[in-house]
């Protein structure tokens, strides 16, 4: 019956609604943890251009160049993958994006000929792999909100650890590249070896001499591995924040939907409702003119009129 | 004249301000730098670091353990880039109480055991810049 129908969408437009607050909540959420976020990265930002800047005056000053970090492999038979993703969803493309792009650059490896290593990063990355039944060589979890140094070096150190022992001869990093609000880019660059920042110094500016202690190249020796964290950790911070601007943005088009939707439905109800209402009023005066043909004589017009009046102040 | 200096770890800068003095130890020995001193970059070991900020009498001033690290000095600029550093304030007096402990009991069973000496002198730095008594 139509009465029914209009419960059932009553229904409906409740459930949306719960849903729309919760969206809108999550929407906020994200867009007060951008903020943050964004802060995170600027404050990770002088750690890494020093330490860059360090090691192109150690490069002047004639440290050695062949830490098996800079080294660059004749052959490449094997790639590592890190892999920085999310340990949620509910973020729009912002995962399916840097795995699928993983996927088909791993795709491209073994057309080629070479194998891969999968180092993953957030809960999302390794379902995916692990329901394609990837290989996953090693994974790191539940950090993926808010990285700290001490995870970008968990994972660095593994890296690290197959460059240096050569069971991979190169090493990629896929993370999601925050270029504003409302622009993120997947990102599959070069990780190892190492790019050695330029030598090159500014017109005019002389060199310094600097003394060394212990030894460039010791010094150097020590430097590299932190750069690579400082490198993975400044990726890890950029991939959290395109993490949080994707959540927003999925968040606000879920809520604007739901809206619609609200809209859409509450239309259709109270259609419902009319309809039904309709109905009722033609059954009422189809009832009581059938009444009154078969008793014209004894029923008057006035308590036609009344018995109609009566049934609609029932239905109001 | 006085020093530029920045206390850098990977997440923030922990302290910047200009400064008289600045002590720390490279992996080579103990080192002072003043104003005026040539370009130099060192590796640091794990030890306490002391910033005489301008305005500070002989006594105050700022502690940090660092360990780990490197220092740049270059123009009176000096940067100290350490991945493990923490301002005397923020050090955790009991846990580096029991991290001292527990490492010195595993040196107890194995003398060349490196993470527990790394350890022990992690704790050492913490507990020295509180003042505490521990033997070296």
Known sequence: ?316 | MALKVELVSPEKVLWSGEATQVVGRTLDGDIAFLPGHAPFIGALDIAALRIWPVGHDEHSGVKAAVHGGFVEVSDDVVTILSDVAELAEDIDLERAKSAYERAGEILATNHADAEALAALKRAQTRLGILDYAYAP
């Open chain 1, 1 to 316: 019956m139509a009465g029914g129908q209009e419960r059932i969408l009553r229904r409906r437009i409740k459930s949306i609604e719960a849903t729309k607050k919760i969206t809108r909540a999550m929407e906020l959420i994200a867009a007060s943890r951008i903020v943050k976020a964004q802060a995170r990265v600027a404050a990770a930002k002088p750690y890494s251009e020093k330490v860059t800047s360090v090691i192109s005056h150690l490069a002047a000053g004639g440290a050695g160049l062949d830490h098996p970090l800079l080294r660059r492999p004749e052959e490449v038979s094997t790639v590592a993958y890190v892999v920085v993703a999310a340990d949620r969803g509910l973020c729009g493309g912002y995962n399916t994006n840097v795995l699928r792009s993983v996927e088909r650059a791993i795709a491209a490896d073994r057309q080629a000929g070479r194998d891969y290593r999968l180092l993953l990063s957030g809960k999302k990355a390794r379902s995916y792999f692990a329901f394609r039944d990837f290989d996953i060589h090693a994974d790191f979890q539940g950090y993926s909100d808010q990285p700290a140094y001490e995870d970008a070096r968990r994972l660095a150190r593994v890296a690290t650890d197959l460059y240096e022992k050569g069971e991979v001869q190169e090493v990629r990093l896929a993370y999601t590249r925050f270029i504003s609000m409302g622009v993120q880019e997947v990102e599959v660059a070069q990780f190892m070896p190492l790019e050695t920042p330029e030598t090159a110094h500014e017109e005019g500016e002389v060199p310094a001499l600097y003394e060394f202690e212990p030894n460039p190249t010791v010094i150097l020796e020590h430097l590299l591995p932190r750069y690579a964290d400082a490198r993975l950790f400044a990726a890890m911070l950029e991939a959290s924040a395109s993490e949080h601007a994707a959540r927003q943005r999925a968040m606000k088009a879920a809520t604007d939907n739901a809206e619609e939707l609200k809209t859409t439905l509450s239309r259709i109800m109270n259609r419902a409702r009319q309809d039904a209402i309709t109905t009722e009023i033609m059954e009422i005066v189809g009832g009581s003119e059938a009444l009154s043909h078969d008793q014209h004589d004894l029923v008057s017009d006035d308590l036609l009129a009344d018995t109609i009046e009566g049934h609609l102040v029932e239905l109001f």
